[in-house]
């Protein structure tokens, strides 16, 4: 029983310790370098004992196979968690030869900041519609979109650094 309890001990150690990195890093990309800090300092405590508890019982089936499920969880819920805090800003482009201008005026009309760009595609000319978007946004952004345009083609990219310009006043119905 002792052997299962220390399993469990070290999966929960190693899902905080996994989940506390994968946020370390998502903060860090994202300009917040000092909260990434400090929770770096714990992820590295929490790890140092896990790993210390490991190697120090290694005919422990139960505390290896914690060590190995808390850090597959821990990279699952850390995802979950970063998409459920939604930071972050994302630059969308929409490709919609047809639907565009009135893609680029629902946009506008929900409060988004929205940049037309003239190019030319595989079937000739096309108009880009862009917008850079809160995370937490997208979706009301790509509901709008999928309304008008259900098959125009999108992208959202992760950016780092937004200055000036409109990023948004989004109106939520």
């Known amino acids: 029983m002792a052997a299962i309890l220390g399993g469990l001990l070290i999966f929960l150690c190693r899902l905080t310790d996994v989940t506390m990195g994968t946020m370390r890093i998502l903060l860090m990309i994202?300009?917040?370098?000092?909260?990434?800090?400090?929770?770096?300092f714990f992820e590295v405590a929490v790890f140092l004992?896990?790993?210390?508890q490991v190697v120090n019982n290694m005919d422990s089936?139960?505390?290896?196979?914690?060590?190995?499920?808390?850090?597959?969880?821990?990279?699952?819920?850390?995802?979950?968690?970063d998409q459920r805090l939604a930071m972050g800003n994302?630059?969308?482009t929409v490709f919609a030869p047809k639907t565009w201008n009135l893609i680029a005026g629902e946009l506008r009309d929900?409060?988004?900041?929205?940049?037309?760009?003239?190019?030319?595609?595989?079937?000739?000319?096309v108009t880009m519609v862009r917008a850079?978007?809160?995370?937490?946004?997208l979706p009301h952004a790509?509901?709008?979109?999928?309304?008008?345009?259900?098959?125009?083609?999108?992208?959202?990219?992760?950016?780092?650094?937004?200055?000036?310009?409109?990023?948004?006043?989004?109106?939520?119905?």
């Open 132 to 137: 850079v978007v809160k995370r937490r946004f």
């Open 142 to 173: 790509l509901d709008i979109i999928n309304k008008l345009e259900p098959d125009a083609f999108v992208t959202a990219s992760e950016i780092s650094t937004a200055r000036h310009g409109y990023l948004s006043h989004v109106k939520r119905k």
């Open 90 to 92: 994302q630059v969308l």
């Open 30 to 40: 994202r300009g917040r370098k000092v909260i990434a800090g400090v929770i770096g």
């Open 61 to 81: 089936v139960w505390k290896f196979l914690g060590y190995c499920g808390g850090f597959t969880a821990g990279t699952i819920l850390g995802g979950h968690i």
């Open 110 to 125: 929900a409060g988004f900041g929205v940049t037309e760009f003239d190019g030319w595609g595989k079937d000739g000319a």
């Open 49 to 52: 004992f896990a790993i210390s």
